[in-house]
């Protein structure tokens, strides 16, 4: 009985990291994928920081034949420079053999911009996009969180949104200069989002951006005396960047929302905050966050999640949308708009659960899940 619920089709999260190869006890493929399933999330795309890199047809065959025995389809993305060491050009040719569509060395941006040109003069031949992470590395300092009033309280050299905007604006020239098709990841600043829009309006580049759910709800202000749980890169920047964040992606500056999921264990993240690795999880609380923070308080609809979390990643990745429709194959959830989720380690289904959404009670519930004649989840 959905009486009262709300029937959609299944999330789709393009940028997600799960650990596998090298880093399983933070979190394998099969993990990551219940966790996913756990958030409504029907398919994701892995990116290419594990150890080894995804940066050969052979990582990437291990990694997709391993995904064939999640119950989700997982992608992958696979670096541009082997190791992503920024020195030397993954082999392109032989990644786009192996299935690759999206190039990226997620976690650092590509240092030489010669070598950054020349991968994409050559991937565009392929037909491929390139997605980057922008932040300039001299710059950033311990890469913490963001310079302003908090950094200088805590005693913490900060990353200033400039590093964002400088790489940005770096990337999006070479892409435009050579024709290719470029992504921006994970956008943290309202210059940043502004950068985008430019290039992307005023002259036409080929360049999309993302946004992820912890950018647009949370500011540096919120680390307080040092929670890790609110530490990631690119770091928390400021109530005015989360307004500004906001009001891009109802501009449509944002193709899509992403988690940028990336779990550590709970020894990692009990470390000093300068020492505790970058990033949280959200597989499991992105959806249930989002209709909290954004549509209970009517700063959005459905219609805009539908198309940013799961119609524009699929076009993106170049799958079909998924669609709730007569005779369609079905991938499907019901949202229960009225029931409370509490995210605790038991609920989640992530290996790790560094997330500031930790015993925290919100609004609304995936009640079920459908792919395909199977259902994946039901509670």
Not at 17 to 36: M, S, V, Y
Not at 277 to 287: C, F, Q, R, S, V
Not at 290 to 303: M, N, P
Request: aromatic share 6%.
């Amino acid at each position: 009985d959905c009486t009262g619920k709300i029937v959609m089709p299944g999330m789709f999260d393009a940028h997600v990291h799960f650990r596998e190869p090298g880093q399983e006890k933070k979190e394998t493929i099969l993990d990551g994928t219940e966790a996913a399933i756990n958030g409504g999330i029907t398919g994701v795309v892995m990116m290419p920081n594990t150890s080894p890199s995804v940066d050969s047809p052979t990582v990437v065959n291990r990694v997709l034949e391993q995904g064939k025995k999640c119950r989700i389809p997982v992608l992958t993305s696979a670096c541009i420079t082997v190791g992503r060491a920024g020195l030397e050009m993954a082999p392109i040719a032989g990644l786009k053999e192996a299935g690759i569509l999206m190039l990226t060395d997620d976690g650092d941006a590509v240092p030489n911009a010669a070598l950054l040109k020349r991968a994409m003069e050559y991937g565009k031949e392929f037909d491929m996009f390139f997605a980057s992470h922008c932040e300039d590395p001299q710059l950033c300092g311990p890469r913490a969180l963001n310079e302003g009033p908090v950094s200088y309280r805590l005693g913490i050299q900060g990353t200033p949104a400039l590093a964002e905007e400088i790489c940005m604006d770096r990337d999006i020239r070479l892409a435009h200069a050579t024709g290719a098709t470029l992504h921006i990841q994970h956008v943290s600043s309202a210059i940043g989002m502004e950068t985008i829009r430019w290039w992307r309006d005023e002259r036409g580049a080929k360049v999309s951006g993302e946004v992820s759910p912890h950018h647009l709800m949370f500011a540096d202000e919120d680390i307080g005396d040092y929670d890790t749980h609110y530490k990631m890169n690119p770091p928390l920047r400021t109530r005015e960047d989360n307004a500004a964040l906001l009001q891009g992606l109802k501009d449509g500056v944002f193709r899509i929302i992403a988690t940028d999921h990336a779990p550590h264990t709970d020894f990692e993240k009990s470390q000093a905050f300068v020492d505790a690795p970058n990033g949280i999880t959200g597989l499991d609380t992105a959806l249930v966050s989002l209709h909290d923070r954004f549509i209970v308080t009517g700063e959005f609809g459905w219609d805009l999640i539908v198309k940013r979390y799961s119609a524009e990643p699929r076009r993106m990745m170049r799958i079909e949308v998924a669609e709730v429709s007569e005779g369609k194959s079905a991938d499907l959830i019901v949202f229960d708009p009225d029931k409370e989720t509490t995210f605790t380690k038991e609920f989640m289904k992530s290996r790790s659960s560094n997330t500031p959404f930790l015993d925290k009670k919100l609004k609304g519930s995936v009640e079920m899940v459908v792919l395909g004649d199977e259902i994946l989840l039901e509670r």
